[in-house]
T-cell receptor
Framework: GENVEQHPSTLSVQEGDSAVIKCTYS??????FPWYKQELGKRPQLIIDIRSNVGEKKDQRIAVTLNKTAKHFSLHITETQPEDSAVYFC????????????????FGQGTILTVHP | DAGVTQSPTHLIKTRGQQVTLRCSPKSGHDTVSWYQQALGQGPQFIFQ???????QRGNFPDRFSGHQFPNYSSELNVNALLLGDSALYLC?????????????FGSGTRLTVV
């Protein structure tokens, strides 16, 4: 089955710096790659996603890049703010598995991001 | 609020007991997926229900079972609880045949097995 590796496990930056989190996946049939932010005691919230027919997607301070050949994708946060502090998870999904558009997501182990004021 | 609703929010059970967790999907969604999130780990896929059938299943034993009702709500049942079943159980809803906003997660049920 799919395996997703995420690095680093912890990341500490100063406010205003950039943060980059990287993930690799094992199954080349995966076609959907979301990123979730989870604050302590709260639900995972989708912050950005990318599909395999796109190489890069940007939403204000957040961007995701995908390299299908190397099977890795990365989250980039620019101009970090203390409220960006949370656990970030990457995930990958196999295309149309189970007959539905949003089947099983395989998650990475998470990155604890701390932004110091 | 038309988001995903889970109940109860917290639960304490004894080893060997059985538990039922409940989930109401986001309005307009017809598919429910269940995940187990152990402390400090990423969510692990348990199974997904669509049209009242289990469509996909992760690497979880048969002690984990589920059900989806005609109104799209879902239950997760765990029998013969083990200490290792202690985790946050997340429900996520989605639209089976669409290209919209993907999953919406609920806030989860924190299960503690003692």
């Amino acid at each position: 089955g799919e395996n997703v590796e995420q690095h680093p496990s912890t990341l500490s930056v100063q406010e205003g710096d950039s943060a980059v989190i990287k993930c690799t996946y094992s199954d080349s049939a995966s076609n959907y790659f979301p990123w979730y932010k989870q604050e302590l005691g709260k639900r995972p919230q989708l912050i950005i996603d990318i599909r395999s027919n796109v190489g890069e997607k940007k939403d204000q301070r957040i961007a995701v890049t995908l390299n299908k050949t190397a099977k890795h994708f990365s989250l980039h946060i620019t101009e970090t703010q203390p409220e960006d502090s949370a656990v970030y998870f990457c995930a990958a999904r196999l295309a149309n598995a189970g007959g539905t558009s949003y089947g099983k997501l395989t998650f990475g182990q998470g990155t604890i991001l701390t932004v110091h004021p | 609020d038309a988001g995903v609703t889970q109940s109860p929010t917290h639960l304490i059970k004894t080893r060997g007991q059985q538990v039922t967790l409940r989930c109401s999907p986001k309005s307009g969604h017809d598919t429910v997926s269940w995940y187990q999130q152990a402390l400090g780990q990423g969510p692990q896929f348990i199974f997904q229900y669509y049209e009242e059938e289990e469509r996909q299943r992760g690497n979880f034993p048969d002690r984990f079972s589920g059900h989806q009702f005609p109104n799209y709500s879902s239950e997760l049942n765990v029998n013969a609880l083990l200490l290792g079943d202690s985790a946050l159980y997340l429900c996520a809803s989605s639209l089976a045949l669409g290209t919209g906003d993907g999953y919406t997660f609920g806030s989860g049920t924190r299960l503690t097995v003692v």
